[in-house]
């Protein structure tokens, strides 16, 4: 096989694995445990894509430290026991992956807001953690998380790609606005929780089915890349 000359890189929570839905409920019963109601609506616009620092500084300002601390460990495991009972891949993403391993000349990897622990977890429950095995980043990893683009360059420069050869394939849009920051073509997924804010960002290919990404990738890459029937990746 060819050396990979362009790199997919994907958001990991509502683009692989269907978390967001179960995710908000979970967040929407602690904080108000912790005396701050908000709608499932008003955290998807304020928390979605974003990292975890930024989501206990936020709660902090609000509840004080020691709640924010506390809602975030009943949110951890709220998440995990409904992740091991609930959990699928996003729809569409198995066979879109499965596309993607077909196309000569590309390479996948994750970035994701998400700690490496969570995706672990995530990704394990779901069946696709062998897929990314040592191709996963988390905004863990870089000093600034989305909508600043360190995590995409830091994932591209790990693995060894300019930002003019790679692809993000987000669902939020602070995860656009990395990319777009980054100066890396975005591929918008508007079929999970947050289709009107993603419509309302310039620039982004939408889909709202995964089995049109791999397609939508090719556009963006403007090259095409699909493999021969009969190949065989390496």
């Keep these: 096989m060819n050396s990979p000359q362009a790199l997919v890189i994907l958001d990991c929570d509502g683009v692989l694995v269907d978390t967001e839905p179960l995710a908000i409920a979970v967040r929407e019963r602690v904080l108000a ?33 020691q709640a924010a601390r506390v809602a975030e460990d009943s949110f951890r ?33 994750v970035a994701s807001s998400g700690g490496h622990d969570k995706m672990r977890l995530t990704l394990g429950i779901t069946g696709l953690w062998p897929r990314f095995e040592g191709r996963i980043f988390s905004a863990d990893e870089v000093v600034e998380g989305k909508p600043a683009p360190d995590l995409f360059l830091h ?47 310039p620039g982004v290919h939408l889909i709202d089915d995964m089995r049109a990404l791999p397609a939508s990738v090719e556009v963006l890459l403007r090259r095409p890349m699909r493999a021969p029937r009969d190949h065989v990746p390496e």
Excluded: K
Excluded at 34 to 63: D, K, M, N, Q
Excluded at 85 to 101: H, R, T
């Design 77 to 109: 495991r709220g998440c995990e026991n409904v992740f091991r009972e609930s959990l699928a891949p996003v729809p569409g993403i198995v066979e879109a992956l499965d596309a993607l391993d077909l196309m000569v000349g590309v390479q996948t990897c």
């Design 33 to 65: 445990e912790a005396g701050w109601r908000l709608t499932s609506e008003e955290i998807v616009e304020r928390f979605l894509g974003r990292s975890h620092a930024y989501v206990v500084a936020e709660v902090a300002t609000r509840v004080g430290g």
């Design 155 to 201: 994932a591209a420069r790990s693995m060894g790609f300019a930002p003019d050869r790679c692809v993000v394939v987000e669902d939020s849009p602070a995860g656009v606005a990395a990319a777009i920051a980054a100066r890396m073509p975005a591929i918008g997924y508007v079929g999970g929780v947050v289709p009107s804010q993603l419509a309302l960002q």
